[in-house]
């Protein structure tokens, strides 16, 4: 039975994803995280990898506040660039061990003629874009054959609260509500993303890929089709980033290619309108309405 040490995998929403995932993929499972101790003490985080001797190591955990990586920018680098480098260094020397590290759309600025794909150039807009973008090329530099980084975006899943949940809960409380039309990406149902990941690490893929469901969508389009699933009576607004202040500036085109993943799969990733009716509908929906609701 191949074993997987996964980082966050206890509290995150893929880290989560992921463990339920390899654990129905017949893998044995351990997770790592903050409360097992200080994984940026680099003695603990080296006894704790040459303890778990997995075969796949997936590194779930970073600084995921887009805006207070702004204001915390040290902390920031510290999670997205310091342990994945630490993480990709430990295994080159200590085991044969495979890393599965993610990274993010927001690598990418501005608006592009097509979606991004993995060969163009990253330019990202704040700190956490940045952080991460120095994350993935530290790893890559230091474990070239033996890890890959998946480039993700505006995921939803069940286990912690995400951009779905909100809108929900938000409309079940209010007549109305107002959301970001002129910002685009790519829905991601994170119990997807956590079965292409496993796909990967089982074909032991190397490099960079761009793993999320297809179509694009705005975040108010998003929203609507949340809405529209669940029979929400609330009125949507579309608005502006401007109307809208937040400390980091988005990408106002951050929509990723995932072709090389499709290739890779044999099989394109599903729209993410179907794949957010699982998520709302499927295996996973009394767990999110419970969420939703409380
Ligand atoms: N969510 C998205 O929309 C999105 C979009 C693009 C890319 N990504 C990338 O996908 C990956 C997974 O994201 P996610 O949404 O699953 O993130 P998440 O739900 O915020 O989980 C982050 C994980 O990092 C852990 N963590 C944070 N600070 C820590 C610390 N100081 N020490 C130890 N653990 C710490 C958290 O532990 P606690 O639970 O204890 O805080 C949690 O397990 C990340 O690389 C992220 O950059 C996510």
Redesign the pocket.
């Known amino acids: 039975m191949a074993k997987a040490l996964v980082l ?1 995998g206890a ?5 989560q994803a992921l463990t339920r995932v390899l654990d129905a993929r017949g893998w044995q499972v351990e997770t790592l ?2 409360a097992d101790g200080n ?1 940026l003490e680099m003695d603990f985080l080296e006894e704790r990898l040459s303890r778990a001797q997995a075969d796949v190591v997936f590194n ?5 506040q887009v805006d207070d990586a702004e204001d915390h920018a040290e902390e920031a680098l510290l ?1 997205n660039r310091t342990l994945p480098d630490a993480l990709a260094r430990l295994l080159r020397t200590q085991s044969q061990s495979f890393l599965v590290h ?4 927001f690598v990418f600025s501005g608006q592009n003629a097509a979606a991004w794909r993995e060969e163009d150039l990253p330019q990202p807009a704040g700190v956490y874009g940045r952080t ?1 973008l120095e994350g993935e090329e530290a790893v890559l530099a230091a474990l070239p054959e033996r890890a890959c980084v998946l480039r ?4 939803f899943g069940p286990g ?1 609260r ?1 951009f779905v949940d909100t809108i929900l809960e938000a409309c079940h409380r209010r007549d109305a509500i107002s959301v970001v039309h002129d910002q685009h990406g790519s829905p991601t149902y994170s119990m997807d993303l956590a079965q292409w990941s496993v796909d990967l690490a089982e074909k032991q893929t190397a490099g960079l890929w761009h793993a999320v469901n297809s179509g694009r969508a705005s975040w108010c389009e998003l929203a609507a089709e949340a809405i529209a699933l669940t029979g929400g009576p609330c009125k949507l607004e579309p608005i502006s980033s401007e109307q809208w202040p937040q400390k980091a500036r988005r990408p106002a085109f951050s929509v990723l290619d995932n072709s090389k993943l499709a290739q890779m799969l044999g099989k394109t990733p599903r729209p993410w309108p179907q794949a957010l009716r699982d998520y709302l509908f499927g295996e996973y929906k009394s767990y999110a309405s419970k969420e939703r609701l409380s």
């Open positions: 966050g509290t995150g929403l893929l880290g995280g903050r994984l779930t955990i970073a600084w995921t999670l993610y990274s993010t759309d991460k993700t975006a505006w995921l912690r995400n």
